[in-house]
């Protein structure tokens, strides 16, 4: 697929390095300033005070001060010593969780198996797979030639030759130790599997470098290396690539051709526009490469023919304002997804995307023929292409689908077709799927496509649709061990989404119209935990979509501390995929809840359009609503609600407190955009040009006033009680500055209660980028911090040390039940360790069954795959 590539604000990947622990021997007193929890202890050291410069901005009349400019300059060393300062504080403030916290870790890693795999991935004569090795943080990149030729004796020659040996690619961990830190960001196998390109971070500031190894030697090419690399393609043994500029935008093209006498660079295109990025692709038939020149909301696509790469570009169409398009070649035609308006003026923006073809001859004098029309109530969200099928991916009122059609289409009808038309095949997927990832896919002439199927109750399934038999196989699912609970497996139903029924005509499609199949082996946790999708009325009317999950056996009605997550922003999905690390949260009774505000992705545009620039405040508003929600609706208790969020996901939640603090207890902002006002002011900052059309562009004033009457860090209320929150920052982070969270947190507790903001602490990573902690065993070192923070002020830790005595939480209902119960028990029954659970069971729902849970976790999002690092 040529997903449209845009660098934006957003967090997640692998990264290496671990803060130094720093041990206090502070002593603590006790704070309850808003009533909501039971005290918890805080330093009696107070909070580091910053140093405060006066700074004036002006816009558009109007001036205000900003003493915490300074530290915008991340060279001041007064800015250096303050951070670890923070850090100092949020290690002291934390101090008393640490006993939870090795708790909480051990948990985690418990359910990691020793070694984790996925499964090979045929392409060409080679079988790509990646592993973690056994106690290794990192994966490691791997193949070995197929065996083609069946045979004992076969088998035997083939391994004297040592046909069938391992060859390591990619190390991730070699990398690590070398440097202390590595991303790599895009790694790209050549089409004779004689070379692999790949992009190297080891420092955290996103810098790439670009390495070509001989897959040959082993070897590194010597001259491969160039600085600032964003994007790879290869045509043949050319390969192409992208740098980015000083602010980080990917602006120019080039190509070289590795192992050549000379590998000089030549400069092949250049896009001057500071508002659009360049990406390139190569097609899924390998006979163009594609640069893609995209705006946070337009597009213009030039192809290259790989047979004549040094040849002119052709550009497929003009740019056109809101207009996207991307594409992929099909035996003489280019299948274009686009939401251009359909009928004869393709400059013209319709409400979602539909398909479109034209010739590949003459592609500038090609009109654009309507294909494929999207059913009532649906909405194409991507494709896919190869010799016999196209693949479509599907959004029907917020439920992704996927489906298959037989190629060539026809090319004699007179108007465009609907799905039915073609007598798709919708891939069946579980009832309780809500994520929904194409696998790598390589190879143009396979019938197979690999999908990977999650949901918060489903761990990872790795599956193979068989799009010529319309089969599919499981070919691998995350392994569950020792779960209590009644855990479902063996021979269950594959359903097709319920949806589905109103898209197809099933008395059209024989035995195809079947809605549920019998599959083995796959499994999910449904049975112990419940995942419920809720509508949420926000205040326009409008629905929000909620994604409620909890434990059956912990949670307690009225009662429980939940946990609402939200992004909102540049359309993109809201991760909802399985996580073991949030069993011991729910098994603690906690509720996680995920908000699909607007902002985000829901449907076609609209829903994105709807959250962004002048309507941003729709998505607050959507949160604030979901909160209400999950309080009012008994889910959660009202004084037990956090929020947590990443990167431009800080907006969201930080105007959220800002407008009903008192709607949540506790927050936890990773890497938060927070201070959008000033750095959009900034052009000279990465991606602030490129942000214009998402949040809006201050330098208009009807756009200036919209974005700063919800900026977080300029409407901080003055004397109000604030939640407690943890604010993590990254002193390399080129994406969201580190000064946006240390600002945030020096004016927070400037402004707000004394007492409150005291447990408001800052923690940042001084040797990291943007994308954090990043091996299996750091992230969870961090997530384990984390969650002893909620658990903390939250009130929780007193019940965590007494092993599950949770009396300082309960309702006065839960006490009366249990006067009545205890006498019942009084005689018959004197075990104290099993009354004491019961206990903990009557008053919050929650037996403690930590010691059991064995889980593990599938590497994802490594092999190939056309995806780039997303948003802020």
């Known amino acids: 697929m040529n997903a449209m590539l845009l660098i934006r604000r957003s967090s997640v990947l692998f ?40 700074f004036k901005v002006s816009a558009h009349g109007r001036t205000w001060q900003d003493p915490y400019h300074w530290m915008s300059n991340p060279e001041d060393p007064d800015l250096l010593n303050y951070l670890n300062q923070e850090n100092l504080y949020a290690e002291a403030f934390m101090a008393d969780t640490e006993n939870l916290q090795r708790e909480l870790l051990l948990e985690m890693r418990s359910r990691m198996p020793p070694k984790i795999s996925t499964p090979p991935d045929r392409w060409g004569p080679w079988l790509y797979y990646q592993y973690i090795p056994e106690g290794q943080e990192f994966p ?105 500029n000083e602010t980080q935008r990917p602006y120019r093209v080039l190509c070289t051709r590795p192992g050549s006498d000379v590998m000089d660079s030549n400069v092949i295109f250049t896009e001057s526009d500071s508002s659009c990025c360049v990406d390139i ?246 049975d112990t935990f419940s995942c419920e999708r809720k509508e949420v009325i926000s205040h326009d009317g409008v629905p929000v979509p909620l994604i409620i999950l909890y434990s059956q056996v912990a949670r307690h009605k009225g009662q429980s501390p939940g946990l609402l997550l939200g992004y909102g922003a540049y359309g993109e999905v809201l991760d909802k995929s399985w996580c073991a690390d949030r069993l011991s949260l729910l098994d603690r009774g906690w509720v996680v809840a995920f908000a699909d505000v607007r902002g985000g992705s829901g449907g076609d545009s609209t829903w994105h ?60 902002l990773k890497v938060p955009f927070l201070d959008i006002c000033n750095t959009l002011l900034d052009p000279s900052l990465p991606l602030t040009i490129l942000d214009y059309e998402e949040f809006g562009d201050p330098r208009v004033q009807t756009q200036f006033e919209s974005i700063f009457s919800y900026s977080p860090y300029d409407n901080i209320p003055a004397g109000v009680c604030h939640p407690s929150m943890l604010v993590t920052t990254s002193f390399h982070d080129s994406r969201v500055g580190v000064w946006e969270g240390a600002k945030w947190v020096a004016k927070l507790r400037e402004r707000t209660c004394s007492s409150c903001s005291r447990s408001v602490i800052l923690k940042t990573n001084m040797s990291g980028g943007h994308f954090g902690e990043g091996g299996r065993f750091s992230q969870c070192e961090q997530t384990a911090f984390e969650y002893a923070f909620l658990m903390k002020v939250m009130g929780m830790l007193n019940a965590e040390k007494s092993g599950g005595d949770t009396s300082n939480l309960i309702s006065w209902e839960g006490s009366q039940q249990w006067n009545a119960l205890s006498k019942e028990w009084d005689g018959p029954i004197r075990d104290i360790s099993w009354r004491n659970e019961m206990y903990t069971m009557v008053m919050l729902g929650s037996l403690k069954i930590l010691d059991s849970l064995k889980c593990s976790i599938l590497l994802r999002g490594f092999l190939l795959t056309n995806k780039h690092e997303g948003p802020r």
């Not at 083939?158 to 060859?167: A, D, F, I, Q, T």
């Not at 089409?191 to 070897?219: M, S, V, W």
């Not at 959507?622 to 009202?638: I, P, Q, S």
């Open 281 to 526: 692709a190569s097609t899924k038939d390998g006979k163009f490469i594609t640069v893609n020149s995209n705006s946070r909301t337009s597009s213009e696509v030039y192809v290259i023919d790989v047979t004549n790469p040094q040849n002119e570009l052709q550009r497929v169409r003009k740019r056109a304002p809101g207009v996207q398009y991307f594409l992929e070649h099909h035996y003489g035609f280019f299948y274009i997804l686009t939401n251009a308006s359909s009928g004869e003026d393709k400059d013209l923006v319709s409400g979602g995307y539909h398909l479109t073809r034209c010739s590949a001859e003459n592609i500038r004098s090609s009109t654009w023929q309507d294909i494929i029309m999207p059913d009532q109530d649906v909405n194409f969200q991507d494709m896919d292409i190869f010799n016999g099928h196209l693949v479509l991916f599907l959004d029907n009122k917020g439920s992704p689908m996927t489906c298959s059609i037989n190629m060539p289409v026809a090319a004699n009808f007179k108007r465009p077709l609907k799905l039915n038309d073609l007598n798709p095949w919708f891939f069946p997927v579980p009832a309780q799927s809500c994520n929904v990832s194409p696998g790598s896919n390589h190879d143009f002439m396979t019938s197979i496509y690999r999908m990977v199927l999650s949901s918060p109750v489903m761990p990872d399934v790795i599956i193979d649709y068989d799009m010529s038999k319309q089969k599919f196989s499981i070919v691998q699912q995350e392994e569950l061990v020792g779960v209590r609970g009644s855990t479902r497996s063996g021979s269950r139903t594959f359903a097709y989404n319920e949806s589905v029924e109103k898209i197809l005509d099933t008395h059209t499609h024989n035995d195809h119209s079947i809605l549920s199949i019998e599959v083995d082996s796959w499994k999910d946790l449904s």
């Open 15 to 54: 990264s290496i390095r671990l803060l130094p622990r720093v041990s206090s021997s502070i002593t603590f007193f006790s704070s309850t300033c808003k009533g909501k929890v039971p005290s918890f202890t805080s330093p009696e050291t107070l909070p580091p005070v910053p140093k405060k410069i006066s």
């Open 140 to 244: 490691v990149l791997c193949r070995r030639l197929a065996d083609c030729k069946s045979g004992w004796m076969n088998k035997l020659v083939n391994y004297v030759r040592g046909l069938g040996r391992e060859h390591i690619l990619l190390d991730w961990n070699e990398i690590a130790k070398q440097f202390g830190y590595v991303h790599v960001g895009m790694c790209r196998v050549s089409p004779d599997h004689n070379f692999l390109a790949y992009t190297l971070d080891t420092t955290g500031a996103e810098c790439f470098i670009l390495q070509i190894k001989d897959l040959r030697t082993g070897c590194i090419l010597p001259k491969s290396r160039v600085d600032g690399v964003v994007s790879l393609a290869w045509a043949q043994d050319v390969l192409f690539y992208t740098v980015s």
């Open 609 to 668: 359009k709807a959250g962004s620039g002048m309507y941003k405040l729709n998505s607050i508003y959507d949160f604030v609503a979901c909160g209400k929600y999950l309080v009012n609706e008994g889910y959660v208790h009202k004084n037990r609600l956090g929020a947590m969020t990443f990167s431009a996901g800080g907006l969201l939640v930080g105007a959220a407190i800002n407008m009903y603090p008192d709607l949540f207890n506790a927050a936890i």
